[in-house]
C-alpha cells in the first residue's frame, strides 16, 4: 500500500510528528510505501535546520532526514506555512524541500490512504 502523510504539529508541541515518524517507520518496515510527507501549519518546524534538542533527548528532525536518507521518502514543507514561521529555503534541514499545496494534492492522488497527525 501507498501511503501519504500530513503533519500539522511541531516537532517538540505535541505528539503528532513522532507518531507520524513511527506510523511511516512500521509501515516501510511491512513493505509499504511512504510516496511523500507533507508538513503543514506548525509542522513546517520539523523541517528547520536551526533545532538543536539536548543530547538527551530524542531529535525528531534527524529521524525524518534518516527516514528520508534511507528509505527515499519525499520531505515536503509548504511554502505560505513556512513563510509565516520564518521557515525559508536557507533555512531547511537537509533532506527537506519546500513547495505549495498542490504537492499535498498529488499526494492525497497518488497515495492509496492519506493519514493525517495533529490537528
Not at 511512504?34 to 523541517?47: E, K, S
Not at 533545532?51 to 514543507?77: F, G, M, T, Y
Request: charge should be neutral; hydrophobic fraction near 45%; charged fraction near 25%.
Amino acid at each position: 500500500m501507498k501511503f501519504g502523510i500530513l503533519v500539522n504539529e511541531g516537532p517538540y508541541n505535541h505528539q503528532a510528528s513522532d507518531s507520524a515518524y513511527r506510523f511511516a517507520k512500521a509501515a516501510i518496515d511491512k513493505g509499504h510505501e511512504i510516496f511523500r510527507v507533507f508538513f503543514y501549519y506548525d509542522g513546517v518546524l520539523n523541517a528547520t535546520a536551526h533545532s538543536e534538542p539536548p543530547s538527551d533527548d530524542r531529535n525528531v528532525i534527524k529521524n525524518w532526514q534518516k527516514l528520508a536518507a534511507d528509505h527515499k521518502v519525499d520531505l515536503v514543507v509548504c511554502v505560505a506555512a513556512g513563510l509565516r514561521r520564518g521557515i525559508v529555503e536557507a533555512s531547511l534541514a537537509p533532506g527537506f524541500r519546500i513547495s505549495g499545496l498542490g504537492q499535498l494534492i498529488e499526494a492525497g492522488i497518488q497515495a492509496d490512504r492519506m493519514i493525517t497527525f495533529g490537528d
